[in-house]
């Protein structure tokens, strides 16, 4: 079955690399993600910038031209750039921008509803939201009516997941991601998030895994293949993603 892995991460450390709360991450350039990949049909992906990356971009301008025109990427900004910068980004294959509200390193949440609506006014991008789901009633007035986001890692937390529901139910996709990371039952979110909303899920692999207590294995694709029938797990798979990302 084909996959779209909507989300994983190139560490390359002829980039800069920044400490976040006391952590670097290890080296993980295209070639080390290739190779993990190599048993999985992989036929495309986005390339999500971490909190240790900033708003260095060229790294994954860099990651991008290796990876090929089936991947895409997810990039943090500052709300001070350019309509240029952004354009010349979108040009050559960055098609997101992420909020990481979790971890920092990104531009600040009361930036999101004018942030969010430009990017996607001048280029199309959606915005990614890296946060614990349970905070997400402080903002779900806003993001409810913004044109298009997204959530990572089934919105983190057990606690959190009734308030994703409601967002599901509006439009908001989810990143299932993460599995290894997450305080919740996988099973039970990824259910209840297909029966709100079928075009929901985004499945990634999350590689390398940086600071999970689990990282990607096979078995999270097999997870999926068990709980879903064929035309559902495709959805999940690579369907719903791809469609998001490159239509």
Same mark, same amino acid.
């Given at each position: 079955m084909?996959?779209?892995?909507?989300?994983?991460? !190139? !560490?390359?450390?002829?980039?800069?690399?920044?400490?976040?709360?006391? /952590?670097?991450?290890?080296?993980?350039?295209?070639?080390? /993600?290739?190779?993990?990949t190599?048993n =999985?049909?992989?036929?495309?992906?986005?390339?999500?910038?971490?909190?240790?990356?900033?708003?260095?971009?060229?790294?994954l301008?860099?990651? =991008?031209?290796?990876?090929?025109?089936?991947f895409?990427?997810?990039?943090?900004? $500052?709300?001070t750039v350019?309509?240029e910068?952004i !354009?010349?980004?979108?040009?050559k294959?960055?098609?997101?921008?992420?909020?990481?509200?979790?971890?920092?390193?990104?531009?600040?949440?009361?930036?999101?509803?004018?942030?969010?609506?430009?990017v996607?006014d001048l280029?199309?991008?959606?915005?990614?939201?890296?946060?614990?789901?349970?905070?997400?009633?402080?903002?779900?007035?806003?993001?409810e009516?913004l044109p298009?986001?997204?959530?990572?890692?089934?919105?983190?937390?057990?606690?959190? =997941?009734?308030?994703?529901?409601k967002?599901?139910?509006?439009?908001?996709?989810?990143?299932?991601?993460?599995?290894?990371r997450?305080?919740?039952?996988?099973?039970?979110?990824?259910?209840?998030i297909?029966?709100?909303n079928?075009?929901?899920?985004?499945?990634?692999?999350d590689? $390398?895994?940086?600071?999970?207590?689990?990282?990607?294995? /096979?078995?999270?694709?097999?997870?999926?293949?068990?709980?879903?029938?064929?035309?559902?797990?495709?959805?999940? =798979?690579?369907?719903?993603?791809?469609?998001w990302?490159?239509?």
């Open positions: 084909k996959i779209f892995d909507a989300h994983f991460h !190139i !560490i390359d450390y002829n980039f800069p690399i920044q400490e976040n709360q006391g /952590y670097l991450p290890p080296n993980y350039v295209t070639e080390d /993600y290739l190779k993990d190599a =999985l049909n992989v036929v495309g992906g986005a390339v999500v910038s971490g909190s240790f990356q900033g708003f260095d971009q060229e790294y301008l860099h990651a =991008l031209a290796q990876l090929g025109p089936t895409c990427g997810v990039t943090q900004l $500052p709300v350019s309509d910068e !354009i010349n980004l979108h040009e294959g960055v098609k997101a921008l992420r909020f990481n509200i979790k971890r920092g390193g990104s531009e600040d949440l009361p930036k999101l509803d004018y942030f969010a609506r430009r996607y280029v199309g991008w959606h915005s990614e939201l890296y946060m614990d789901a349970k905070d997400l009633p402080e903002i779900a007035s806003t993001i009516k298009a986001i997204s959530i990572d890692h089934l919105g983190l937390s057990e606690e959190g =997941l009734p308030h994703l529901l967002l599901v139910e509006k439009g908001i996709r989810v990143k299932a991601t993460g599995f290894g997450v305080e919740l039952n996988v099973e039970n979110a990824l259910k209840s297909f029966e709100t079928p075009d929901a899920l985004m499945f990634g692999t590689l $390398p895994s940086t600071r999970a207590k689990r990282p990607f294995s /096979y078995a999270d694709v097999e997870l999926i293949q068990r709980i879903f029938d064929e035309k559902e797990a495709e959805k999940i =798979l690579y369907e719903n993603a791809w469609k990302y490159f239509k």
